[in-house]
T-cell receptor
Framework: GAGVSQTPSNKVTEKGKYVELRCDPISGHTALYWYRQSLGQGPEFLIYFQGTGAADDSGLPNDRFFAVRPEGSVSTLKIQRTERGDSAVYLC?????????????????FGPGTRLTVL | KNQVEQSPQSLIILEGKNCTLQCNYTVSPFSNLRWYKQDTGRGPVSLTIMTFSENTKSNGRYTATLDADTKQSSLHITASQLSDSASYICVVSVDNQGGKLIFGQGTELSVKP
C-alpha cells in the first residue's frame, strides 16, 4: 500500500511569499503530525491532528504558520510572509490512532518531506 | 524541559564492525522510546519501540536497550553494512499527549568499505 506522500518535494520561494505544503497520509490513519527539520538536527514537532481537529498546535512557531485538515485526511501546512529562517525540511507523519488505542498504536509513519528554501 | 540528547554526533566505522550509539533523555511523563533510521533525503523509519518495562529489543542486526531508571538508551549495530550509513535518531514519546515525539539531534553514521 502507499505510504505517506508529500508535495512538492522541493519548494523555492522568495522572502515574504505565501506557501502551501501538502501531506497525504496513509489511508485510514486518523492522526497526522507535522514536523520541521533543520539541517543536522532532529525533527521538531509543529502540530498534531486527530481527525479534522488540531489536538495540539503548541509547536507552531508563530501565527504565520497554520495547518488544516478539513476532511480528516489530506492536510495542508500554510506559511505566510515566509522568512529565510523558515527554510527547512517539513515532514509529515500519520498513525492509525492518536490518544486512543494505547502506546503501540501511535507508531508514526513518515513521508519523505518537503524541502523549503526561502531566498 | 523535555530533551533528548545523543552521542556521538557522528561516527565513522569500517564495514563489518559493530558500533553503539547513546541516548539520554529527560522527558516526563515517559511513554516509550524509539530509534529511527533516516536516510539522506528521506523521512525517518522506525527501528524499535520500547516501553519503560522493556530492557532490550532487537530488529535484525539492531539491538536497542533501555534503562528507565537512569533514562538512558543505546542502539547497537552488529556487523555493519554500507547501507547502514544514515542518521540514527533517538525519540521519546510523551505520555498522554497523543504520541507527541521529542527527537534527539541524531547520530550521523558512516560505514566505509
Amino acid at each position: 500500500g502507499a505510504g505517506v506522500s508529500q508535495t512538492p518535494s522541493n519548494k523555492v520561494t522568495e522572502k515574504g511569499k505565501y506557501v502551501e505544503l501538502r501531506c497525504d497520509p496513509i489511508s485510514g490513519h486518523t492522526a497526522l503530525y507535522w514536523y520541521r527539520q533543520s539541517l543536522g538536527q532532529g525533527p521538531e514537532f509543529l502540530i498534531y491532528f486527530q481527525g479534522t481537529g488540531a489536538a495540539d498546535d503548541s509547536g507552531l512557531p508563530n501565527d504565520r504558520f497554520f495547518a488544516v485538515r478539513p476532511e480528516g485526511s489530506v492536510s495542508t501546512l500554510k506559511i505566510q510572509r515566509t522568512e529565510r529562517g523558515d527554510s527547512a525540511v517539513y515532514l509529515c507523519a500519520s498513525s492509525p490512532k492518536g490518544l486512543a488505542g494505547g502506546q503501540f498504536h501511535n507508531e508514526q509513519f513518515f513521508g519523505p518531506g518537503t524541502r523549503l528554501t526561502v531566498l | 524541559k523535555n530533551q533528548v540528547e545523543q552521542s556521538p554526533q557522528s561516527l565513522i566505522i569500517l564495514e563489518g564492525k559493530n558500533c553503539t550509539l547513546q541516548c539520554n533523555y529527560t522527558v516526563s511523563p515517559f511513554s516509550n522510546l524509539r530509534w529511527y533510521k533516516q536516510d539522506t533525503g528521506r523521512g525517518p523509519v522506525s527501528l524499535t519501540i520500547m516501553t519503560f518495562s522493556e530492557n532490550t529489543k532487537s530488529n535484525g542486526r539492531y539491538t536497542a536497550t533501555l534503562d528507565a531508571d537512569t533514562k538512558q538508551s543505546s542502539l547497537h549495530i552488529t556487523a555493519s553494512q554500507l547501507s547502514d550509513s544514515a542518521s540514527y535518531i533517538c525519540v521519546v514519546s510523551v505520555d498522554n499527549q497523543g504520541g507527541k515525539l521529542i527527537f534527539g539531534q541524531g547520530t550521523e553514521l558512516s560505514v566505509k568499505p
